[in-house]
């Protein structure tokens, strides 16, 4: 079965850094695409990362130079480092897997709330 | 970047109706455009990939159409756990976008 565990959301203050990880289980991490999507509350949903089983890497352009996604193989964990954090970047940030065929974001993980304040 | 213009951004309906959600792209997309679901504090879930194929497990009374610019989702007939926000994605291009929702309320 397939599952996806994000961790490491929290209060941070403005300029700070935090890294969120993503485990998986009942695939291999390396062998799919995978991204990362936020929500600030209330909000409507923001792509915010990808990175291929190739290893290459998309951004948005509200993120890029701030952020860097990676994973790890030997955990099956997928990350993403956040530095000089703003207010704006406190969302729900939710890892997502594709699937074959085109099926993007065919699994979700349950989110981790990052809350950028003084 | 595209933009994804989803309309209506809110609709009250009933048991039983049929909905119809449109998605319009700034720019041709082929037909590279997913529609989810989203419930309150639940991750969202994907209904439609490529425009028009259903997920599996997906209930058939949920299709997708349209290609290039325009796109729409219908749910032929509403069922009480449709209740929920509905989002476009375009992956033509990057930045990849979302639609700004729908969200499908009870009558």
């Known amino acids: 079965e397939v599952q996806l565990v994000e961790s490491g959301g929290g209060l941070i203050q403005p300029g700070g850094s935090l890294r969120l990880s993503c485990a998986a289980s009942g695939f291999t991490v390396s062998s799919n695409y995978m991204s990362w999507v936020r929500q600030a509350p209330g909000k409507g949903l923001e792509w915010v990362s990808i990175?291929?089983?190739?290893?290459?890497?998309y951004y948005a352009d509200s993120v890029k130079g701030r952020f860097t996604i990676s994973r790890d193989s030997a955990k099956n964990t997928l990350y993403l480092q956040m530095n000089s954090l703003r207010a704006e970047d406190t969302a729900v940030y939710y890892c997502?897997?594709?699937?074959?065929?085109?099926?993007?974001?065919?699994?979700w993980g349950q989110g981790t709330l990052v809350t950028v304040s003084s | 970047a595209i933009q994804m213009t989803q309309s209506p951004s809110s609709l009250s309906a009933s048991v039983g109706d049929r909905v119809t959600i449109t998605c319009r792209a700034s720019?041709?997309?082929?037909?590279?455009l997913g529609w989810y679901q989203q419930k309150p504090g639940k991750a969202p879930k994907l209904l439609i990939y490529?425009?028009?194929s259903l997920q599996s497990g997906v209930p058939s009374r949920f299709s997708g159409s349209g290609s290039g610019t325009d796109f729409t989702l219908t749910i032929s007939s509403l069922q009480p756990e449709d209740f929920a926000t509905y989002y476009c994605?375009?992956?033509?291009?990057?930045?990849?976008?979302f639609g700004q929702g729908t969200k499908v309320e009870i009558k």
């Open positions: 490529t425009a028009s």
């Open positions: 990175i291929y089983s190739g290893g290459s890497t």
């Open positions: 994605l375009q992956d033509y291009n990057y930045p990849w976008t």
């Open positions: 997502a897997k594709d699937g074959d065929s085109g099926t993007r974001f065919d699994y």
């Open positions: 720019q041709g997309i082929r037909n590279d």
